[in-house]
T-cell receptor
Framework: EDQVTQSPEALRLQEGESSSLNCSYTVSGLRGLFWYRQDPGKGPEFLFTLYSAGEEKEKERLKATLTKKESFLHITAPKPEDSATYLCAGTGANSKLTFGKGITLSVRP | NAGVMQNPRHLVRRRGQEARLRCSPMKGHSHVYWYRQLPEEGLKFMVYLQKENIIDESGMPKERFSAEFPKEGPSILRIQQVVRGDSAAYFC????????????FGDGTRLSIL
């Protein structure tokens, strides 16, 4: 059975304090690894897709990387508006996403 | 904004009633997915549909739950004879094709069972 595990469950950072969020996955025939951001009361907002080990994607203060077993979301110099829950999900040939439970990030000013 | 539209945003039902949740995919997207999110749990896949076809319903309970995506109109997730355990946020996502294409989500329907 496909499995995605995210750690830590919650992370509190001071504004400007860089850190990384971890996503470990076991997805049969991985076709894509996705990162989403979810704000309270909203649906997940797509951030990145990674397709193969060694791939990296960047957007503003966020950078996502992928290995054969893990993905990392690096947050550089975060701001309070980066506070949200970050979700990792993998898909194989069956097209359905298997999600982790998410990491709740709080950035203090 | 031509994103994924879900309605209603909030739905309250009494035990034993029926709940109908609607999802209009993004323009140009013919693949629709439904997920359920319980408090303190991650999003769980329920069903994957293309126009007029159910592709994968392996995550959907076999009793009381059904889904459709007709040729015309939105996708519908239907829950008959609701029970308290059905209380959750139900999210719809769409993509232009299946497999490795990013899925784009609506803001969900929050279902509460009295």
């Amino acid at each position: 059975e496909d499995q995605v595990t995210q750690s830590p469950e919650a992370l509190r950072l001071q504004e400007g304090e860089s850190s990384s969020l971890n996503c470990s996955y076991t997805v049969s025939g991985l076709r894509g690894l996705f990162w989403y951001r979810q704000d309270p009361g909203k649906g997940p907002e797509f951030l990145f897709t990674l397709y193969s080990a060694g791939e990296e994607k960047e957007k503003e203060r966020l950078k996502a990387t992928l290995t054969k077993k893990e993905s990392f979301l690096h947050i550089t110099a975060p701001k309070p508006e980066d506070s949200a829950t970050y979700l990792c999900a993998g898909t194989g040939a069956n097209s359905k996403l298997t999600f982790g439970k998410g990491i709740t990030l709080s950035v203090r000013p | 904004n031509a994103g994924v539209m879900q309605n209603p945003r909030h739905l309250v039902r009494r035990r034993g009633q029926e709940a109908r949740l609607r999802c209009s995919p993004m323009k140009g997207h013919s693949h629709v997915y439904w997920y359920r999110q319980l408090p303190e749990e991650g999003l769980k896949f329920m069903v994957y549909l293309q126009k007029e076809n159910i592709i994968d319903e392996s995550g959907m309970p076999k009793e009381r739950f059904s889904a459709e995506f007709p040729k015309e109109g939105p996708s519908i997730l239907r829950i008959q004879q609701v029970v308290r355990g059905d209380s959750a946020a139900y999210f719809c996502a769409s993509s232009p094709r299946g497999s490795e294409q990013p899925q784009h989500f609506g803001d969900g329907t929050r279902l509460s069972i009295l």
